[in-house]
Nanobody, 121 residues
Framework: QVRLVESGGDLVQPGGSLRLSCAASGRTFKINSMGWYRQPPGKQRELVAEISSGGSTTYQDSVKGRFSISRDNAKNTVALQMNSLKPEDTAVYYC???????????????WGQGTQVTVSS
């Protein structure tokens, strides 16, 4: 059984920084893209940043230059460094990963349980 476990959410003042981490555990054949998504209060879940197994990255326009995504393929982890945080970054942040459980199983999307990030003075 694959699990994604996030950590690092907190209450932070505007302009502050946070680092979110996500670790995938369980038996996997291949972890393809990994990413961070967020769901602001009353809104739908949206992509924040994504990173391929080869290291290519994609960012939501509103976080470019402020957030940085990285991954450690040996440890099956992905991190999101968030700087210059704004109140509009307040949301539940979810880790997501596209994983092949076996060489013949195809790819499925897995989600973590979410971690709360609140940016407020």
């Amino acid at each position: 059984q694959v699990r994604l476990v996030e950590s690092g959410g907190d209450l932070v003042q505007p302009g502050g920084s946070l680092r979110l981490s996500c670790a995938a555990s369980g038996r996997t054949f291949k972890i393809n893209s990994m990413g961070w998504y967020r769901q602001p209060p009353g809104k739908q879940r949206e992509l924040v940043a994504e990173i391929s197994s080869g290291g290519s990255t994609t960012y939501q326009d509103s976080v470019k230059g402020r957030f940085s995504i990285s991954r450690d393929n040996a440890k099956n982890t992905v991190a999101l460094q968030m700087n210059s945080l704004k109140p509009e970054d307040t949301a539940v942040y979810y880790c997501g990963a596209d994983i092949d459980l076996t060489w013949y199983s195809g790819t499925s999307r897995y989600w973590g349980q979410g971690t709360q990030v609140t940016v407020s003075s």
